[in-house]
Every structure is written in C-alpha cells, then in structure tokens.
C-alpha cells in the first residue's frame, strides 16, 4: 500500500483513522479529506492503492465515493469504516463496490489487523459484520431483520442516538458519554454527528431544544 485515502469530515476521527493506516502499512502516504466533493476530485489527480470511508459526509454519502473509485480504479481498495452495523449501510456499500466494512467501535490494534487482512487478499470485515454477511446468505433472520426495518422507519432516532442526544442536552462532554456508554471517543463523535445531522441542528443548545420536545430532558 502507497498512497491511501482517508474520507471523514470530524478531524479527530479523520487523524485517527490516518494512524490506522500508518500503523497497517508504515510506508504509506496519506491523504486526507473531509467532504464528498473533495473525495471525487482527488481521484482524478491521485492514484490510490486503499481508501478508508465514512458513510455520512456533510455534501453526500460515502458510497459515492466507493463506487467512483472502483470505477475510476479498479486496482484501489476502498474500506468503508462506520458506526452502522445494519443492513441498510451494509448490503448498500457492499453492492457500491467496498472491499471491506469496518465499525468504528473496535480499537485500534483491531482495525489494523483487520486492513492487514488484505495482504493475504482477504477482505477487512469487523466480526459482527462478516456474521451478518453469513446470515444473510444463509437465510437466517430474514423476518427479524424485517421487522426491525419497519421499526427504524418509524421514528428519526435509533436508541443509541436518542440516549447520545439525551446526554448531550443534559450537559455531559464527549469523555462523559464516551465513558457512560463504554464506547471511544470517536464513536461517540461520530453518533453525534449523526444526531445533529439527522435534526438539523448545529449546536449544543439547538439538540437540547429538541430533546426537550422530545421528553427526553425537563425544558
């Protein structure tokens, strides 16, 4: 790997996930973007062996981005890393063209063991992913999966987003959450990207108005 790509628009999470690659292949050469558009013009100037992306970005969704990589370079590998382990993001991105599906929730250790699956041409799959992948095929859970479908279209937050917007509109930091929930520092940034996203709000204070017509917080 010489040349890898990273497409995530939180910087935190967008550097961490540079040291991911660095870790995996210690020669290689990142670049480093935070929007869609920034993404596809990269890739008419810069030719890359590995892209890691996110799927939502502020200008689009990622699978953009996977498909015109795999169509503009066909040797490249592009990884999609996500907090989504559903099959709504995953059958989607696989169906774009990604050569593996990494959660962000994992450590890093694990995420680097995981890219340097595709040394021995194995595709990076986080466990849980590579189960769901398996069960689909085989059929399992078919009217499960349904019915949690039909579920997550009835209302505009999952659990984990509405516990996320809950907490933040109690006051608590990114480091409180984080440790409450037991999850990093970069899943939690990344679910409440998600929240703000999915609200359109951009601020501490427009999430806490929300949460309170919610009920989730006293006004």
């Known amino acids: 790997m010489d040349h890898a790509l990273i497409v995530e628009d939180l910087p935190e999470i967008r550097a961490w996930l540079g040291d991911v690659a660095r870790a995996a292949f210690p020669q290689v050469r990142v670049t480093s973007v935070g929007r869609r558009d920034e993404a596809l013009r990269c890739l008419l100037h810069d030719t ?20 015109a990589l795999r169509f503009q370079q066909p040797k490249a590998l592009p990884v ?13 991105a696989l169906q774009a063209g990604a050569f593996g599906y990494l959660l962000k929730e994992q450590p890093q250790d694990a995420l680097v063991a995981q890219l340097l699956r595709m040394t021995l041409g194995e595709p990076p799959l986080s466990p849980p992913i590579a189960r769901r992948v ?28 509405t516990e996320v917007l809950q907490r933040v509109a109690k006051g608590y930091t990114l480091p409180e959450i984080a440790q409450q929930f037991g999850l990093s520092r970069h899943t939690v940034a990344d679910y409440i990207k998600q929240v703000y996203r999915k609200l359109n709000v951009s601020s501490r204070a427009e999430a806490a108005l929300e949460a309170a017509r919610r009920g989730l917080v006293n006004p």
């Not at 039909?150 to 984990?160: D, F, G, H, I, M």
């Open 80 to 92: 999609v890393v996500t907090i989504y382990d559903d099959d709504e993001h995953l059958f989607p």
């Open 134 to 161: 398996l069960a689909h095929f085989a059929g399992a859970g078919g009217r499960r999966q349904a019915a949690v479908r039909q579920l997550e279209e009835e209302v505009s937050l999952t659990a984990r987003e």
């Open 48 to 67: 890359f062996d590995l892209a890691l992306i996110d799927l939502g970005l502020p200008d689009g969704t990622g699978l953009d981005v996977v498909g």
